[in-house]
């Protein structure tokens, strides 16, 4: 099988499940994944026959893919802020959303260049936004939870191919006790659980049956599940000035603000690319 051919092997089998475009993105990157090559090698090369090994690992990528399997799971890696990062089942595929809020919590702290900030990232799934924070500010502390062990463990190998050093706790951060094995902090930052349990009728099929629902969904009787939890430690733990950085639930935008308002924080909401509310900053009064 000739690259030219492995290449139209692939799209044409995605294009059953997905518009001309999506289907050529995920043939791309599958392609360059496997072969190491880019686009523009590959094309000059097309009449080049893949190994047998590569011929078998395309079949196997294909199936995984009809299957529905995201991408970024069969490969096992994804793209997050120009940062490469392993992602299994164990942990949340980045979206650009989360994107948008490491850049938000960065173009805050352009002053912090010491080595006395401390950095605390709640759920931390792949350690997306913790290594980006890290690569930015060498010098600050930061530190990581999840409830996930395997999240932890994915969290741990990243940082450490990527060349940060980022302190993990395994914990279960809605149980207060667990608290005081995590430091005061300047900023924490947080893409929590947020989606109501019943949303999940709304979600693609790709999302619900490869994402860990764990760092997904909260019960429809309480989406401020986290938010509250998050205000009650940062009463005890975040600094005098101190900012917290939330990703929302699009509908949640009021909700999520009023509750830091009524306990003394300053406010400002901010919407994501798509203009839906999907950002929170609460600062601490001094």
């Known amino acids: 099988m000739t690259l030219h051919e492995a290449t139209f092997f692939l799209l044409n089998k995605l294009r059953s499940m997905y518009d001309e475009g999506e289907a050529a993105a995920i043939t791309d990157r599958v392609m360059e994944h496997l072969t190491g090559s880019g686009k523009t090698e590959r094309m000059l090369y097309k009449h080049s026959v893949i190994t047998g090994e590569e011929e078998q690992q395309l079949q196997d990528y294909t199936r995984r893919l009809l299957n529905l399997e995201p991408v970024q799971y069969v490969l096992g890696e994804t793209w997050f802020a120009g940062l490469k990062f392993r992602v299994n089942p164990q942990v949340l595929i980045p979206r650009p959303e989360t994107e948008e809020l490491v850049e938000w919590v960065l173009s805050n702290c352009v002053t912090f260049t010491g080595e006395s900030l401390t950095i605390l990232d709640i759920g931390t799934g792949s350690g997306c936004i913790p290594v980006t924070l890290k690569k930015r500010f060498s010098k600050a502390h930061i530190h990581s939870c999840d409830i996930s062990a395997a ?29 005081e094995s995590l430091p005061d902090a300047g900023i924490i930052v947080s893409n929590p659980p947020y989606i109501p349990a019943s949303g999940s009728k709304e979600m693609h099929d790709n999302v619900l049956r490869f994402e860990p629902h764990q760092a997904l969904f909260v019960p429809d009787e309480d989406p401020l599940l986290f938010y509250r939890a998050i205000a009650g430690f940062s009463r005890q733990k975040l600094n005098p000035g101190g900012m917290i950085f939330l990703e929302i639930h699009e509908d949640l935008g009021t909700a999520v603000t009023e509750l830091f308002n009524r306990q003394g924080y300053h406010t400002t909401r901010r919407k994501d690319m798509q203009g839906k509310d999907r950002m929170v900053r609460a600062v601490k009064g001094d």
Do not use: C, Y
């Not at 994915?154 to 450490?160: F, G, I, L, M």
């Not at 050093?165 to 207060?176: G, Q």
């Open 151 to 179: 999240a932890v463990d994915t969290a741990r190998q990243n940082a450490k191919e990527l060349g940060t050093a980022i302190s993990f706790h395994v914990l279960d951060f809605l149980d207060p006790l667990t608290w």
